[in-house]
């Protein structure tokens, strides 16, 4: 059951989660979890099968979270326009206890609180901030205590690197300004960002890109991510092993083929090449046998290392991809890095 009322002129609806889980749990499912496929594969958004980024009938990864009833849901909310009339928004998952206003007009929850940015996955071609799968990440990242902003972005084809990026930043953006600062109590210096897949890599960005200080702007306090790739440029791919496939991805992505000398998008759309000491915490996690190669995730933590940002790695075995790693043992590692790095939560 679930309960929806309008969010006062904001653009978005809310809603009260009484039994996420039993919602969830009726989504039919048939697949493998989403995030790069092969081949890929378009998705129609009205479409029931398209619901779900894990379409499998074992329950992995982030299937395995049940939602408490006690979470609120904002969704819908418009974070910016872009030049063409694009029209983006996110959705706020949330406890209830940290709404500025209750129904009945009371204040919320006083005392700042962490917020953190959720980036779905998709191939950068695909996905929606409100699948029944990213929909858990984003009420399982507010059942630790933190306000979860769950995000769309522009799409390949519709559009290439660096709109992905542009719109994630603009989204931190959103978060800092002040009305949204007030409205969900959250502190400005306590923004993480958290991604799986193409999600990852640009959760990655957020954190490597920029300079300054960790509260203002585009940039984050903490970087969370699984399985995203990380060293675009074609030596790295190379180096790496990366499928034709992967390459043919990346090179949709950035709009140029990442082995040509001329695609500048290859070097600046990777995460490990903007690493200096000013950069955040980062998790990083992925398979041991996926589509991801794994010397993406190793390069990066070395460069990471080399710059003397703190850092925690993680490699599990299997093939199983983005937030289908993000089981109950991989969820505590996450939360617990991101407690560790962004401080007390709502609880």
Same mark, same amino acid.
């Given at each position: 059951m679930t309960r929806t009322r309008s969010s006062g002129g904001r653009g978005g609806r809310t809603r009260l989660v009484l039994v996420a889980a039993a919602a969830l749990a009726c989504i039919a499912v048939t697949g493998v979890l989403s995030g790069f496929h092969l081949p890929l594969q378009p998705?129609?958004?009205? +479409?029931?099968?398209s619901r779900s980024e894990l379409a499998s009938v074992v329950p992995i990864g982030i299937r395995t979270f049940e939602a408490p009833s006690d979470l609120v849901v904002d969704e819908d909310l418009p974070y910016g326009a872009r030049e063409d009339? =694009?029209? &983006? =928004?996110?959705?706020?998952?949330?406890?209830? #206890?940290t709404a500025a206003t209750t129904d009945d007009g009371t204040d919320g929850a006083a005392g700042a609180l962490p917020a953190v940015v959720s980036i779905h996955g998709g191939s950068w071609a695909r996905g929606d901030k409100a699948n029944a799968d990213w929909r858990n990440v984003c009420l399982w990242l507010a059942s630790e205590g933190f306000v979860a902003v769950s995000v769309n972005y522009r799409l390949v084809p519709d559009a290439v690197f660096p709109a992905q990026l542009d719109d994630v930043a603009l989204a931190v953006e959103w978060l800092r300004e002040p009305e949204q600062l007030a409205?969900?109590?959250?502190?400005?210096?306590?923004?993480?960002?958290?991604?799986? #897949?193409?999600? $990852?890599? &640009?959760?990655?960005?957020?954190?490597?890109?920029?300079?300054? !200080?960790?509260d203002t702007g585009s940039r984050v306090a903490a970087v969370a991510e699984l399985s995203g790739p990380l060293g675009l440029t074609g030596r790295a791919l190379d180096a790496? $092993?990366?499928?034709?496939? &992967?390459?043919?991805?990346?090179?949709?992505?950035?709009g140029c083929d990442p082995g040509d000398a001329s695609c500048g998008a290859a070097v600046e759309a990777s995460a490990a090449t903007h690493v200096d000491a000013s950069d955040p915490p980062v998790f990083l996690a992925q398979s041991d046998a996926e589509v991801i190669p794994l010397g993406q995730q190793t390069s990066f933590v070395a460069a990471l290392q080399a710059a $003397?940002? !703190?850092?925690?790695?993680?490699?599990v075995?299997?093939?199983?991809? #983005?937030?289908?790693? &993000?089981? +109950?043992?991989?969820?505590?590692?996450?939360?617990a890095f991101l407690h560790a790095a962004l401080g007390p939560a709502a609880r």
């Open positions: 998705i129609d958004p009205d +479409a029931a099968e009339g =694009t029209l &983006l =928004t996110l959705d706020v998952c949330r406890p209830a #206890s409205e969900y109590g959250i502190d400005p210096g306590r923004i993480g960002a958290f991604g799986g #897949s193409a999600g $990852g890599s &640009l959760a990655a960005l957020l954190g490597t890109r920029g300079d300054g !200080p960790l790496d $092993g990366a499928s034709p496939w &992967l390459r043919s991805v990346v090179s949709d992505y950035l $003397g940002v !703190p850092v925690e790695s993680l490699v075995p299997g093939s199983a991809h #983005s937030i289908g790693i &993000l089981d +109950a043992s991989m969820r505590a590692r996450v939360a």
